[in-house]
């Protein structure tokens, strides 16, 4: 298994190393402390993108949520998986375009290097509609209830 923050392979760096999941609360966190020479070295710090992966698949893949450098040896990291992010982060969005367009501007808000590829035409409705301090997923699955009123499929 190989643990990478912010696409560097940080598992030879890595102590305590634990991972915790909740089906209560539906996230999984991974907790890991870094030597903080090696962190300040290669700028590593909370909003980036972390990943456990074998090489052909990946198990856990999220962003660091919360950094504490108390102690000037070790830095300790909590990292929480992305689908517990996306209900949590709240963002306020104006909506004026078609579903496709409106679900890749959320996306790219969350993450700007990932593109949703959406070739059905019922994509194409209009979606005008603003979004006040809403969670990701809340506008997501707003935008998908708009477009399943509007076709005969159920998304």
Request: hydrophobic residues 35%.
């Amino acid at each position: 298994m190989i643990l990478k923050f912010n696409k560097i392979n940080i598992t030879p760096y890595i102590g305590e190393l634990t991972i915790d999941s909740s089906l209560m609360d539906i996230y999984k966190t991974i907790n890991f402390t870094l030597p903080f020479k090696y962190i300040k070295e290669n700028s590593l710090k909370e909003g980036m993108k972390v990943s456990l992966e074998d090489g052909r698949e990946k198990f856990f893949e999220g962003i660091c949520l919360k950094y504490d450098d108390e102690n000037n040896d070790v830095g300790k990291f909590m990292c929480v998986n992305y689908m517990w992010y996306l209900t949590v982060y709240e963002e306020t969005f104006q909506i004026n375009g078609s579903a496709k367009e409106a679900i890749n501007k959320v996306v790219n808000a969350f993450d700007s290097s990932l593109e949703i590829q959406i070739e059905s035409s019922e994509f194409n409705i209009k979606i005008n509609k603003i979004y006040y301090e809403t969670s990701l997923e809340s506008i997501i699955k707003d935008i998908l209830s708009q477009v399943t009123a509007t076709s005969s499929n159920k998304y």
